[in-house]
């Protein structure tokens, strides 16, 4: 029998607690983040070398199989309000769990895919929040390798935001006076002189040789005035 680890303490977990179903790569550098950041994190994976390694890192951490109805019911997973399913490579654990998660009402399920037919029956069984770490790394990290941005992070299909050493074209000029919201449609918003301090960029903010920036704009757009 597997007890709810929270049930001596009181009936329900709190707003901070989160569930992560598979502590692999992705699942348990989440983990370790939220516990990082205060939340109460209960962990769970099947392999019990995994779940010792995570003895005094996350609030609790469990081994149990997540596909089986009543395992989930005895953690008292039904009471918290977020749940991570991080399992990667079983595919059917990944969508057995979900199934389950659904059935049991859980409000907020996040859910790992490792490939868009995978995605797409998470979607199709109502998971909240799918996320692809994998292509979106790759994605990522396609951009920086370009040499342009030293950072970037892309929210929606053409909104994107980047840290990069400004361009030569803004370089000595307000930023209001360099064409660069006509000629592009990006915004800077934040610069870092070499004081090392980030402050508010506004219309009348003048670069310097080697300050760096954050821009947001549309993906294509951004990228051309990165490379300036």
Same mark, same amino acid.
């Given at each position: 029998?597997? @007890?709810?680890?929270?049930?001596h303490? +009181?009936?329900k977990?709190d707003?901070? @607690? ?6 692999? +790569?992705f699942?348990?550098s989440?983990?370790?983040?939220l516990a990082? !950041? ?7 994976d !099947? ?5 010792q @390694?995570?003895?005094?890192v996350?609030?609790?951490?469990l081994r /149990?199989?997540?596909t089986?109805?009543?395992?989930l019911?005895?953690?008292?997973? %039904? ?24 059935r ?6 996040? /859910?790992?895919?490792?490939n868009?037919?995978?995605g797409?029956?998470?979607d199709?069984l109502?998971?909240?929040?799918v ?12 951009h ?5 941005m ?12 980047a ?24 915004t800077?918003?934040k610069i870092r002189s070499?004081? %090392? ?6 219309a009348?903010t ?5 300050d760096?920036?954050?821009? !947001? %704009?549309p993906?294509?757009? !951004? ?6």
């Amino acid at each position: 029998m597997v @007890s709810n680890p929270f049930s001596h303490r +009181r009936p329900k977990p709190d707003a901070r @607690s989160v569930v992560v179903i598979g502590l692999g +790569r992705f699942g348990g550098s989440l983990a370790t983040e939220l516990a990082r !950041t205060g939340a109460e994190v209960l962990g769970v994976d !099947t392999d019990e070398d995994i779940v010792q @390694s995570f003895n005094g890192v996350l609030t609790h951490v469990l081994r /149990a199989d997540s596909t089986r109805q009543e395992v989930l019911d005895q953690l008292g997973i %039904g009471d918290f309000d977020r749940v991570v399913i991080g399992i990667g490579n079983d595919i059917q654990a990944s969508i057995l769990t979900a199934s389950m998660l659904r059935r049991m009402q859980v409000p907020s399920i996040w /859910a790992k895919a490792i490939n868009p037919q995978h995605g797409l029956i998470l979607d199709q069984l109502g998971v909240d929040h799918v996320v692809y770490p994998e292509a979106d790394m790759g994605r990522r990290v396609a951009h920086l390798v370009r040499g342009s941005m030293l950072d970037y992070v892309e929210f929606d299909h053409d909104l994107v935001v980047a840290k990069a050493v400004a361009p030569a074209e803004i370089v000595g000029r307000r930023l209001d006076e360099s064409g660069m919201r006509r000629r592009f449609d990006v915004t800077v918003v934040k610069i870092r002189s070499l004081d %090392g301090h980030w402050r508010a960029a506004s219309a009348d903010t003048v670069p310097a040789e080697g300050d760096l920036i954050i821009v !947001t %704009g549309p993906r294509e757009r !951004t990228e051309r005035f990165c490379a300036l």
